[in-house]
């Protein structure tokens, strides 16, 4: 993979299409309250949620949590699980990240 994380520490982001990408592709997200997605992740299931972007000690918690493979597996799989079920409650259809380069070329 490209990456192993997303680590999406925003001061503010409503659509929070970054981290439904980001789990569809089965990675794990750290980002805060002040993202949409926050409402859609138990913190420790999926990845973390900062109560602030500025907390610096716990966003390296949270990093360091997610050098562990094993743990960084099980959250990835839990990650593609709510991009699948969670993104078809919002939008009415399952998160499909192979849809957004095709809308892209129309």
Known sequence: AAADVLAHPTYYDPCANVTLEAWASGL????????????????????????RPDDITRFAECLRALTSQP???????KARR??????????????????????LKR
């Open 82 to 103: 709510q991009a699948r079920t969670k993104s078809a409650a919002v939008t009415g259809s399952p998160f499909d990240q192979r849809a957004s380069p095709r809308k």
């Open 28 to 51: 794990p997200a750290i980002t805060t309250r002040l993202n949409g997605a926050s409402g859609l992740m138990t913190d420790g299931e999926e990845g973390f949620v900062l109560e």
């Open 71 to 77: 743990f960084r597996q099980v959250a990835g799989v």
